[in-house]
């Protein structure tokens, strides 16, 4: 079992739409959880990051986090084609290492 | 947010030739950089994790006497890729861990496009 999972997609949803991305992981120590922004030809940007059970909500982004289920969501609400892109899922296990899930394509479609 | 930069951005070189790319913090101490790799359509590849003032941890499978790192500083860390061949053509991309509130996170450079010819 890969310690990091996601649905490679592509996921694709209208404009609008809310589009939800999930990932899960494997290490039940595992402390934080982050959802990178990665366009075509450019490096990963830090969307938000959780590290309690629950949401959290950052505009547009909602960020659900389920320990118990070892789970972590992504929802993007509008959707704009702008937000076409590969989301990355990470985990954080002790402040040092580091574990990145293969990415979910994602497209809007205007 | 914290800033990363890596230098340069884009490099063509001859085969057997070494390539020295760049990564330094901005606006904050980073005692941990990481530098990744990754081909096109794939997934980032963790090449080594790079610690201030220690030998860089290199992950399986990747060879420590090709891809040179160095850390000596908490604001720069470098990769020399030695002797590349076109195979080492890549997307490689630096990242520098830093708190973003309570959270421990990693905040990526722009990248640097290495092509070998």
């Known amino acids: 079992q890969k310690e990091v999972e996601q649905n490679s997609g592509p996921l694709s949803v209208p404009e609008g739409a809310i589009a939800s991305l999930n990932c899960t992981y494997s290490?039940?120590?595992?402390?934080?959880f982050f959802w990178y922004r990665q366009y075509s030809g450019k490096s990963p940007e830090l969307i938000m990051f959780i590290y309690s059970n629950g949401d959290k909500e950052d505009g547009r982004f909602t960020a659900q986090l389920n320990k118990a289920s070892q789970y972590v969501s992504l929802l993007i609400r509008d959707s704009q084609p702008s937000d076409s892109a590969t989301y990355l899922c990470a985990v954080n296990r002790d402040g040092q290492n580091f574990v990145f899930g293969p990415g979910t394509r994602l497209s809007v479609l205007p | 947010g914290a800033v990363v930069s890596q230098h340069p951005s884009w490099v063509i070189c001859k085969s057997g030739t070494s390539v020295k790319i760049e990564c330094r913090s901005l606006d904050f101490q980073a005692t941990t950089m990481f530098w990744y790799r990754q081909f096109p359509k794939q997934s980032l590849m963790l090449m080594a994790t790079?610690?201030?003032?220690?030998?860089?941890?290199?992950e399986q499978g990747v060879e420590k006497d090709k891809f040179l790192i160095n850390h000596a500083s908490l604001t720069l860390s470098t990769l020399t890729v030695t002797s590349a061949h076109p195979e080492d053509s890549s997307f490689y991309i630096c990242?520098?861990?830093?708190?973003?509130?309570?959270?421990?996170?990693?905040?990526f450079g722009p990248g640097t496009r290495l092509t070998v010819l």
């Open positions: 790079s610690n201030e003032g220690s030998k860089a941890t290199y």
């Open positions: 990242s520098a861990r830093a708190l973003a509130g309570v959270a421990d996170t990693q905040y």
């Open positions: 290490d039940r120590g595992s402390q934080s």
